[in-house]
């Protein structure tokens, strides 16, 4: 394990608007997430999956149109949703992704073997406020997280609204705010705020 306590910051369901003051409260703090991209989404905001990279932070694959992929989806389908978004990353980015995750975490042994065959590893989320939920404030989202985090944990959060949502007037604003509370008081207690892989790759 290293000496400093690392956390990881986890993305969901972008890229969207709400990214953006995300980005802009990770760098002003030196933090480092990862956000794990819809790939129909990303295919239409190749300049901020750009940019998103290009502030240092991971990419990972969150599905091509956001299934729950071990309830709903044969491995034809599986496949075909990882597999068009790598794709799609790999076009902007120059590389694929080497990590996933499963919308609403729904994964077994069946799912991690097909993304296995595409370079892909499954990612958890240690600590995971209902941020997705309308009703859901920033201060509540803080008070779900701040308390609970430990070194090696994974935060998982929403940056955006998966396409086909029954209620697409939502916002992530919360989110966005509860970031911009996080982050400054994690850095505060003495946490390095890193990628998924980095902190995974420290605990092996």
């Given at each position: 394990m290293p000496d400093t306590q690392q956390i990881a910051l986890t ?56 299934p729950a992929l071990a309830r709903e989806c044969d491995d034809e ?128």
């Amino acid at each position: 394990m290293p000496d400093t306590q690392q956390i990881a910051l986890t993305f969901d369901d972008g890229p969207a608007i709400w990214t953006e003051p995300i980005l802009a409260t990770l760098r002003a703090h030196g933090a480092h997430a990862t956000f794990f991209l819809i790939g129909s989404v990303a295919e239409q905001q190749p300049d901020l999956v750009r940019r998103i990279a290009g502030d240092g932070h991971e990419i990972g694959n969150h599905s091509w149109s956001h299934p729950a992929l071990a309830r709903e989806c044969d491995d034809e389908r599986v496949r075909d949703e990882l597999q068009r978004t790598n794709d799609v990353l790999a076009s902007i980015l120059g590389a694929p992704p080497t990590r996933f995750r499963a919308p609403y975490y729904n994964v077994d042994a069946r799912v991690e073997a097909v993304a296995a065959t595409l370079g892909l590893t499954h990612t958890r989320g240690d600590i995971r406020p209902p941020d997705w939920h309308l009703g859901t404030k920033a201060a509540m989202i803080a008070a779900l997280v701040l308390p609970q985090v430990e070194s090696g944990m994974i935060v998982g959060l929403h940056d955006g609204i998966p396409p086909g949502t029954r209620t697409p007037s939502g916002t992530r604003q919360a989110t966005a705010d509860a970031i911009a509370s996080i982050v400054p008081r994690l850095v505060d207690r003495g946490f390095a705020l890193v990628t998924a892989s980095e902190l995974l790759s420290a605990e092996n």
